[in-house]
């Protein structure tokens, strides 16, 4: 009654697959025709299969069923005996633990950590394949029912791991450790080890686990690091030290631009100026602070910047187009310094001089790798020319004697050009 939903009395004279009804559609006969078997041919039936039974208004159960012949005295077949044995709980705990094992499985492969499961004589029993096959190169059946030894680059290291893990008394205490191991190409690497034995239900060591990570990455990306600061730091402490010396060098600048005062126009003037060289020097500093290299100086951006600002100031005189031609040559600090005074120098004496008495002209700069050692920064303008008379080394103004003092500490050279305007070029060497 409990198994069937049907009351003894109502199931009495009802025949036996209407009560007793199988509805998996896998069933290849019903108990009715499993039963005219045995009526003739006299065999035992054994369904051990989980089969569904459909009750009478109770819930659907799983059951068992067996089937044997009653004989006479005689051995004549009288009837047949027909035993459900229900496994419901049996048959939920057993999806449960499929389930549980193929959520296992997906877990346990989806894993990108290699995860080792070994004995107590540390004999591999199983290893997530994919993650085996992408760090170690090696396929399952390669290394199941060997020694984990084959996966560990040195000797030493496999017999630390196993004093580590084996030598602890009472709970099973994971270690972590810095390994190297070898894939089965030869290749070794560092790898993160988390090891641990495994006990059984009664504490009893029954093997170990271990769970392996490839460091190599990590280990660059930290060496990378390391370096990197280092050479910020370097760096920073040269960037101080330049910031030092351009403090001294707009020092200089102000005295000699101070000894050149005779008037108020004369101080006007000079403070006007002042703010431009301070200014170019302050440039080299910005892009630095911009870029990522805190070493080297764009000279193309710096140009760029330089003249924009310059232009900007330059106000209502006359129409000047601005043309740069510049590679990706690159300075460190110390050349792009007095190379920004210099092109400061050259570019305001060309809005200053070479288009007076004109509408305007065409000033150019150019920066170039005349080699991998000498770098030419150039300024040229369409304008008036220079008089013919003209040297730089006879130049009295305070702009072009900076320009000829830093030539020489940069250990460069001046030329002056005056066919079709006038072009002023600098080469010095790449530091």
């Not at 084959?150 to 004093?163: K, N, P, Q």
């Not at 110390?334 to 070479?354: D, F, M, R, V």
Request: hydrophobic letters at 35%; one cysteine or more.
């Amino acid at each position: 009654e409990t198994l069937t939903g049907w009351k003894a009395d109502q199931a009495h004279g009802v025949p036996l697959d209407s009560v007793f009804r199988i509805d998996d559609t896998d069933a290849v006969e019903s108990i009715g025709a499993l039963l005219n078997r045995v009526i003739e041919t006299g065999e035992v039936i054994r369904l051990d299969d989980d089969v569904r039974l459909s009750a009478n208004g109770a819930n659907d159960r799983r059951i068992h069923t067996s089937l044997a012949p009653i004989r006479t005295h005689a051995g004549d077949i009288r009837g047949v005996v027909v035993v459900f044995r229900d496994v419901t709980e049996n048959y939920e705990k057993a999806v449960e633990l499929r389930r549980s094992r193929r959520q296992y499985a997906n877990l346990f492969s989806s894993i990108r950590d290699t995860i080792v499961v070994a004995d107590t004589d540390r004999v591999i029993l199983d290893v997530n394949q994919p993650a085996l096959r992408e760090m170690f190169g090696y396929e399952l059946e390669d290394v199941v029912g060997r020694k984990t030894s084959i996966l560990y680059a040195e000797r030493s290291g496999f017999e630390t791991t196993g004093r580590a893990v084996f030598d602890q008394d009472g709970a099973p205490v994971g270690t972590l450790m810095e390994v190297p191991f070898k894939r089965k190409k030869g290749e070794t690497f560092e790898a993160e080890l988390y090891a641990l034995k495994l006990l059984n239900e009664n504490r009893e060591v029954e093997g170990n686990l271990g769970i392996i990570r490839d460091i190599t990455e990590r280990r660059r990306a930290e060496d990378d690091l390391r370096k990197e600061l280092a050479e910020k730091e370097v760096l920073l402490k040269e960037v101080h030290h330049r910031v030092k010396n351009n403090m001294n060098v707009v020092t200089s600048l102000l005295r000699l631009q101070k000894d050149g005062i005779t008037s108020l126009e004369d101080a006007s003037e000079g403070f006007e100026q002042a703010v431009h060289r301070i200014h170019s020097i302050a440039l080299v500093h910005e892009l630095l602070y911009q870029s990522e290299n805190l070493a080297r100086v764009p000279m193309a951006s710096y140009i760029e910047t330089l003249i924009n600002q310059l232009s900007s100031t330059f106000g209502s005189r006359p129409r000047i187009k601005y043309i740069t031609e510049c590679d990706d040559t690159e300075l460190n600090v110390t050349s792009a310094i007095p190379c920004g005074i210099i092109l400061n120098e050259l570019i305001t004496n060309a809005q200053k001089y070479a288009f007076a008495g004109v509408e305007g002209g065409t000033i150019t700069v150019r920066v170039h790798s005349v080699s991998e050692e000498t770098v030419e920064v150039s300024v040229h303008d369409d304008g008036s020319g220079l008089p013919d008379d003209f040297t730089i080394e006879s130049a009295t103004s305070l702009g072009l004697n900076l320009v000829r003092m830093l030539t020489e500490q940069m250990e460069g050279n001046l030329f002056v050009n005056s066919s079709n305007g006038t072009t002023i070029s600098l080469q010095f060497p790449r530091t």
